[in-house]
């Protein structure tokens, strides 16, 4: 019986080294590389008819497209429309990376804390680089909010710094940190549906129905957060609150 | 846990690197100009059609109007028509009547201008009647035969006398 933590395993298929570092082809860049593979032949495949009356799966690659789009329209405002691209990308890696690694023996990037916080930070940089170039230090504005009393500056200014700061971790272990938990639970709870036996073991069976339910619900919301998440930061790099 | 296991993160991060980036270069040029247009052609399709439909309701409005136009118009010239048509006949009416009376006047009169020869033929009828009864009379009653003159002449002032003109 494998471990709970032996999915997170990551093993080298092909072994490459450039620089000293170890950059082998392993198993997560294999599923890295089946998503975009997944990903890009169903969006070229559903759209290859562009139907003025769309197909079934130009239909959903339509409302992947418009559900972005709005999220960009609603979060981001005016501006929003250049950074469509990346945000459609985004939101999509991420939802296929949750939702392949629900299918039992295949390997969840987005369980990895380097991947979560390699996306996090270009996010954070991006932005914080983006808000510059909008604002020049007009962006310092953004760690003291308009209004408050000047003195309050000395407590205010610090906490703004440190939770502007921490956004490419909490961003990182958010995701990290909910797709972990929830493929441990699901293989702990697994674990225990054999040695009950047929009679005991349909308890543990039927909560592992459930959590398998609510962990596809997670791999939804959890992509969807961290897209959302990186509209607003990308809000306040263009509109200072 | 493997995933604190520093030795992963540059493999982790280079394919991530690689493989997002590739992913955002096939999507954002191949996918999404291609869903653009899509969704643009559709937009400015379903744009389309409303406006013809628009166009089309306005026509219909059109039509409608100068139909409502036209039946206007016929009604009124029907009821002109009616109207001519009822001042005619009443003119015809007053004409056949005014003839008719004048030609029952025309038909009274020369009625009346009958019964006038009438009685002055009875009234001349009656006188020598008269006469002739006056001369025979006189002859049977006494024997005499009184000249004519003499018994027109009595005649004459006798119905003189009682007025018999008024009463003829």
């Known amino acids: 019986m494998a471990g ?66 709005n999220m960009i329209r609603d979060n981001v405002g005016s501006g929003g429309r250049k ?7 985004l939101f999509m890696f991420l939802l296929t990376c949750n939702l392949v690694g629900m299918i039992p023996g295949s390997f969840t990037v987005t369980s990895h804390v380097f991947v979560t916080f390699g996306l996090a930070f270009v996010i954070f940089i991006g932005v914080t680089i983006i808000g510059i170039f909008t604002h020049g230090l007009h962006f310092l504005r953004l ?9 309050t500056a000395v407590i205010l200014t610090p906490v703004e710094i440190i939770s502007y700061l921490a956004r490419p971790i909490t961003l990182a272990v958010r995701l990290f940190a909910n797709m972990t938990v929830g493929h441990v639970l699901l293989k702990v709870v697994a674990g225990f ?29 959890q992509a969807y957060v961290f897209t959302i998440l990186t509209c607003v930061y990308l809000h306040e790099a263009l509109h200072l609150h | ?75 009124d010239q029907a009821r002109a028509g009616i109207t001519h048509a009822v001042s005619e006949m009443e003119r015809q ?28 033929e009875a009234r001349t009828h009656i006188r020598d009647i008269a006469i002739e009864a006056c001369e025979a009379a006189s002859e049977r009653i006494s024997g005499v035969k009184v000249k004519k003159a003499v018994v027109t002449a009595a005649v004459e002032g006798e119905m003189k006398r009682r007025n018999l003109q008024e009463v003829a």
Request: aromatic share 12%; glycine share 4%; net charge negative.
């Open chain 1, 143 to 151: 760690f003291f909010p308009h209004g408050a009393p000047l003195w």
């Open chain 2, 1 to 75: 846990m493997p995933q604190f296991d520093p030795t992963l993160f540059a493999g982790l991060v280079f394919w991530l690197a690689i493989t997002f980036t590739a992913l955002f270069f096939l999507l954002s040029r191949l996918v999404l100009p291609r869903m653009q247009d899509t969704l643009e052609a559709r937009a400015s399709r379903i744009a389309d059609d409303l406006d013809r439909a628009e166009t089309l309701r306005q026509e219909a409005e059109t039509v409608r109007q100068q139909y409502e136009e036209a039946l206007q118009e016929a009604r």
């Open chain 1, 4 to 69: 709970p933590l032996e999915q997170f395993e990551v093993n080298p298929i092909v072994p490459i080294e450039i620089g000293g570092f170890d950059v082998s082809f392993t198993n997560a860049s294999l599923f890295m590389v089946i998503n975009v593979a997944l990903l890009t032949s169903f969006f070229l495949f559903a759209s290859r008819g562009r139907s003025l009356v769309p197909t079934r799966l130009q239909s959903v690659a339509e409302i992947m497209y418009e559900a972005v789009a």
């Open chain 1, 83 to 89: 950074y469509f691209p990346f945000i459609f990308t």
């Open chain 2, 93 to 120: 009416g007053a004409e056949r009547e005014a003839a008719l009376n004048a030609e029952i006047d025309a038909r009274i009169t020369a009625a009346e201008q009958r019964i006038a020869r009438a009685r002055d």
């Open chain 1, 193 to 221: 549906v054999a040695p009950l036996g047929i009679a005991l073991g349909i308890l543990p069976l039927g909560g592992l129905v459930a959590i398998t339910a609510l962990e596809f619900m997670i791999a939804v919301i």
